[in-house]
Each structure stands twice: as structure tokens, then as C-alpha cells.
């Protein structure tokens, strides 16, 4: 029997992978080039093949190509942001992983995994030229990204109207802080609110997600590039600059690399900012809140989060709870997006059935509040009559409200028998929550519409 581990095999499996891989020999030849480079770097495969790396791409040098730093140093580089040129002019911009080819301790060659990431790098430079745009505007046009205040912030719970108190307490702080709670739960409203009640009103409020762009990238964005720090680099200011005298939102810190934790804790000890490529540093007068989508201590000790940064941001912290431990503000807040969509969609929406209130109080809500506006601005658009139905909500909720309720309600031990009882009340709850509309309730149950109506039938529930 043939190994499966076979050239071909593997050809076979490089070539239908995503990211690009190229390897050289130790001479710099090209020997390896699979089919995502080809497409991505305009070159020909077949014509590419034996020549040296910097004759197919002639805008490299020996210093900034990282496969001929490696093969040269011997040391591996990992998510090195790359820009260069092909042979046709067009610009990559490519984040690159390159490794050592060693043999018997001798370094024969280079592989490098390359991940194109063109797209991403427009879309942040578009961000940061309407960023500039928008803090250097005259001053007679007034757009403050910050719109939310504290009386934005629905609630009648007791534990949000302390949370409310101590975070408006911490708006006249100028302490850099962190926030914490599930996803959907309002972070962002809560840190507008903090910023617009403080005193750095009025000046820039910038909101950046660290889960949204490579580290490479990341850092550019926050701290700004120098020209010359690498091929297309030019001078940039960073968010940390554009933000200040305002207020720098770091949305998801936990999914910051940790190797952007520590610069960040440099610049909230000392206040100063060094850009990508530059040997000066800058003083940036910023207050930065940071967020995180999971308990923070947790965060910690799985290693997403620096215990020293844990230590500089928490020294006032806020936690916002999810919206399972705020029964009492599920209706309002219900009413709340009732009021918005019927404006938006020229609606007059009186509120929900009785059967659907019950089920909003008894259902977990994982989203949180995000998960309420969207199922009530889906539920609007579909709905007929002024009342949201239990056929207007997402059948996976109704299911959660009845699939764990079901107690045999007799003693009795015959197999048979507790099936049909059991299969009795299961139905009986759907129809009940789809408001007797079989569509609807076979849905819930995952069968087919014909064969609830014969089940309905068979069983002699009305």
C-alpha cells in the first residue's frame, strides 16, 4: 500500500489552501510557488521556477524580503506585515509567516505562508483619512462620534441604577478604566456615556476593536507609521494621536496579541507613543477605556489578558450585567425598540400577546440586549396586527421555553404509554406557543406539517 504523505498529495493540498506559500533554495531560487501566489503575484508559475526571488520580484531587496532574511539569518519570522510591488505594478500587502528550511543543523532553504491582506489594509486606510477628516473638520460643523448618554441607558433594575451611579462617579475621573460584560450587553453605550458626562467632552472619542485586524495592522493603526519603516509606509498618525485630548475606546482588549498588551501598558505608564519605524517617541494626552467581552479575571488566567494591564485599567472597573439577571427591564426595554421600529417602519405596534410576554421573561436571552432588538425589529416586519404573536418570533425561542418542562404525570412504567403522554404534552406546548398554528408549531417540533395534523388527529387534541 502507497503512502498517502505522496508529492502529489501534497501539491494537491497546497494548492487549494488559502494562504500563499513560496520557498526558496539556498541559493534564493525560487523552487516552490503554489497557486494562490501565482493568482495573487501575477506570476507564472513554470517561468518563475529556477529564477532568483528578486529577478519575479523586482520592487524586493535583499533586506526587505523576508524569505532572504531568513535564509540569510536562519531565524523565523512570524505575522511580518509585508508591502511590495509585482512585476505588473500592482501593490500587495501581505502579512507573512517565513520559516527556516535546516537540514543537519545547515540552512538549505526558506518556505514562507502568506496571507493577502490588501483589502483590510485600504479599508483602514479609508478609516483613518475619514478619521483625520472628521477631528480636523472647521469647527463650526460639530459631529461628535459619541452620541449616547446616561439617559440612553433604559433600566429600572437595581443593580443598573448603581452601576449607572458609580460609572457617572467615574466619568468625573480622568483614570483610564475598564469595562466588562457580555456581547450585546451595551459596552459601547455605557463608555459614550462616561465620555460625554467627563470632562473631555467635546473632544474626540475614538472606538477601535481589537478582534478586528491582525497585530501587524493593529499597531499601525493605534500608534501611528513612519515613512520608511517599510516598503509603501508612509507618515501616519495613529489613533492614539488622532484621539487626543479625547477618549480612546479599546473594544475586546482580551483579543489583543500580548505582544500589543505590553507596548500599550507603556504608553498608559508613561503616556507616550513611539510610531511603527520611528526612534522618537510623542506625549499623547488620551483617556483610554478599555473593554472586554468575558469576565476579566478569567481573561487573565487563560492568558488573554496581561495581569500587569489587568492591574493599570482595573483600578475602576464596571460590569455590566447580562440581560438573564435583568428580568424586571426585558418589557421597557421591549417597548423601548417597539416605539423605535414603529417610527422607522411607520408602524402602530401596541405591544405583545400575552403568551409572548411570558416567554420573553422565561427566555435566557444569550445575545443580551442586542438579541431583544433584533428579534423584535424581525418580528415587525413580518408581523399582521398590532400585537407581536407567538408566530412572529423566532422558533428557536419557543423552543427553549418548553423543551426542558416535560414531567410524566403518572407512575406508570409502561414504555409505550409515557411515549404517548410524553409526545402528547410536547405538542400540546407547541401549539399552545405557535397560538394554535400548525405551520408554525410542526416547525418547533421538526416535522412535517401533515404529519402533526395526523398526531393532533390520533391524539384528540383540539
Known amino acids: 500500500m502507497k503512502s498517502i504523505y505522496e508529492p502529489a498529495i501534497i501539491d494537491i493540498v497546497l494548492d487549494n489552501i488559502s494562504s500563499g506559500v513560496q520557498a526558496i533554495n539556498r541559493d534564493g531560487q525560487l523552487i516552490f510557488s503554489n497557486r494562490i501566489v501565482a493568482m495573487l503575484d501575477d506570476i507564472n508559475i513554470k517561468d518563475s521556477l529556477g529564477k532568483h526571488l528578486l529577478e519575479v520580484y523586482p520592487s524586493l531587496t535583499a533586506k526587505t524580503s523576508t524569505l532572504l532574511r531568513v535564509l540569510n539569518s536562519g531565524q523565523a519570522i512570524y505575522d511580518f506585515e509585508q508591502d511590495y510591488s509585482t512585476y505588473k505594478g500592482k501593490t500587495i500587502h501581505a502579512l507573512n509567516t517565513t520559516l527556516p528550511i535546516i537540514r543537519e543543523g545547515e540552512v538549505i532553504g526558506a518556505v ?3 496571507k493577502d491582506i490588501t483589502d483590510v489594509k485600504k479599508l483602514s486606510e479609508t478609516v483613518h483619512i475619514l478619521r483625520e477628516k472628521t477631528i480636523n473638520k472647521p469647527s463650526d460643523i460639530v459631529d461628535d462620534d459619541a452620541v449616547y448618554t446616561f439617559a440612553d441607558i433604559l433600566s429600572v433594575e437595581p443593580k443598573m441604577q448603581r452601576l449607572k451611579s458609580r460609572a457617572t462617579r467615574a466619568a468625573r475621573s480622568d483614570m483610564h478604566l475598564l469595562v466588562s460584560g457580555e456581547t450585546g450587553t451595551g459596552k459601547e453605550l455605557l463608555v459614550q456615556s462616561i465620555h460625554n458626562a467627563g470632562k473631555r467632552l467635546g473632544a474626540p472619542f475614538i472606538a477601535q476593536n481589537c478582534a478586528a485586524l491582525p497585530s501587524t495592522l493593529l499597531e499601525s493603526i493605534l500608534f501611528g507609521t513612519k515613512k520608511g519603516s517599510f516598503t509603501g509606509s508612509v507618515d501616519r498618525p495613529g489613533l492614539f494621536e488622532i484621539a487626543g485630548g479625547g477618549t480612546l475606546f479599546l473594544d475586546e482588549i482580551n483579543s489583543m496579541p500580548m505582544e500589543l498588551q505590553a507596548k500599550l501598558l507603556r504608553v498608559l505608564q508613561e503616556g507616550k507613543i513611539r510610531r511603527v519605524g520611528d526612534v522618537q517617541s510623542r506625549k499623547v494626552d488620551v483617556r483610554v477605556i478599555a473593554a472586554s467581552n468575558m469576565d476579566p479575571l478569567k481573561a487573565v488566567e487563560d492568558g488573554k489578558l496581561r495581569r500587569d494591564l489587568y492591574y493599570r485599567l482595573n483600578s475602576i472597573s464596571l460590569e455590566i450585567p447580562p440581560l438573564r439577571d ?12 417597539i416605539e423605535k421600529f414603529n417610527d422607522q417602519l411607520y408602524l402602530q405596534v401596541r405591544g405583545l400577546t400575552k403568551k409572548v410576554e411570558s416567554l420573553f421573561l422565561s427566555y435566557s436571552w444569550p445575545g443580551n440586549i442586542r438579541e431583544l432588538e433584533h428579534v423584535i425589529k424581525g418580528a415587525m416586519h413580518i408581523l399582521d396586527g398590532k400585537n407581536i ?13 418548553y423543551s426542558d418542562e416535560f414531567v410524566l404525570k403518572s407512575d406508570d412504567l409502561n414504555l409505550k404509554h409515557a ?14 406557543a405557535s397560538d394554535d398554528n400548525v405551520t408554525q408549531a410542526a416547525k418547533m417540533l421538526g416535522l412535517p406539517r401533515q404529519t402533526l395534523q395526523y398526531k393532533l388527529s390520533r391524539l384528540g387534541i383540539k
Open 326 to 337: 435583568r428580568k424586571q427591564d426585558i418589557l421597557p426595554l421591549t417597548m423601548h425598540f
Open 112 to 114: 514562507e505562508i502568506s
Open 389 to 401: 404573536r407567538m408566530m412572529d418570533i423566532p422558533s428557536y425561542i419557543a423552543k427553549e421555553s
Open 419 to 432: 411515549i404517548l403522554q410524553l409526545e402528547k404534552q410536547m405538542i400540546e406546548k407547541a401549539m399552545e
